[in-house]
T-cell receptor
Framework: DVKVTQSSRYLVKRTGEKVFLECVQD?????MFWYRQDPGLGLRLIYF???????EKGDIPEGYSVSREKKERFSLILESASTNQTSMYLC????????????????FGDGTRLSIL | DAKTTQPPSMDCAEGRAANLPCNHS???????VYWYRQIHSQGPQYIIH???NNETNEMASLIITEDRKSSTLILPHATLRDTAVYYCIVRYPLTNFGNEKLTFGTGTRLTIIP
């Protein structure tokens, strides 16, 4: 089974802090994703990465950055946390798209519920 | 990606088959139908996907109508652990990195009754 592990289930931080959310997958997947999920707004893509050291902005990258130094690990960084970044953060991974492996599903971790006070 | 319509909630008796419908009347020829579910306080879980033919795996079966305008996810013997929100998604085959994101609608809240 695919395993995507997020470092914390619950996290409480203060406004202005730099926050690191870690995600590790054990299936050698090339693609990794960070989403946030909020009531009434559904799932929104923050950043994704299709290879080590590669990253692409999603729909809501402002206030966030990412790091992918190793294939199995994808980190989300809140540069200066604000209360509007209180949310459920979800990491996902998948095999790459392309003619030989199209439509690969994304596999999710259990999420980090982050509260910014 | 085409829009999907699902009933907001459904109940099913434990041990019976749960049939969750999804309408996707604007689906185009090469769009796939995906199903995910999300149990409370957990991340979304991939269930199954298909294009035209019916699909089955260890979790569920996916029945897609011949005109592909609707589909049904079948959980053959529902258990209490199947209580979750189920999302039906339609998406193109991913051919460039810009299309990678998943977009969930409001889904169907399935409650399994003991």
């Amino acid at each position: 089974d695919v395993k995507v592990t997020q470092s914390s289930r619950y996290l409480v931080k203060r406004t202005g802090e730099k926050v690191f959310l870690e995600c590790v997958q054990d299936m050698d997947h090339e693609n990794m994703f960070w989403y946030r999920q909020d009531p009434g707004l559904g799932l929104r893509l923050i950043y994704f990465s299709y290879d080590v050291k590669m990253k692409e902005k999603g729909d809501i990258p402002e206030g966030y950055s990412v790091s992918r130094e190793k294939k199995e690990r994808f980190s989300l960084i809140l540069e200066s946390a604000s209360t509007n970044q209180t949310s459920m953060y979800l990491c996902a991974s998948s095999l790459p798209t392309g003619s030989n492996s199209r439509n690969q599903p994304q596999h999710f971790g259990d999420g980090t519920r982050l509260s910014i006070l | 990606d085409a829009k999907t319509t699902q009933p907001p909630s459904m109940d099913c008796a434990e041990g019976r088959a749960a049939n969750l419908p999804c309408n996707h009347s604007t689906i185009s020829g090469n769009e796939y139908v995906y199903w995910y579910r999300q149990i409370h306080s957990q991340g979304p879980q991939y269930i199954i996907h298909g294009l035209k033919n019916n699909e089955t795996n260890e979790m569920a079966s996916l029945i897609i109508t011949e005109d592909r305008k609707s589909s049904t996810l079948i959980l053959p013997h529902a258990t209490l652990r199947d209580t979750a929100v189920y999302y039906c998604i339609v998406r193109y085959p991913l051919t460039n990195f810009g299309n990678e994101k998943l977009t969930f609608g409001t889904g169907t809240r399935l409650t399994i009754i003991p």
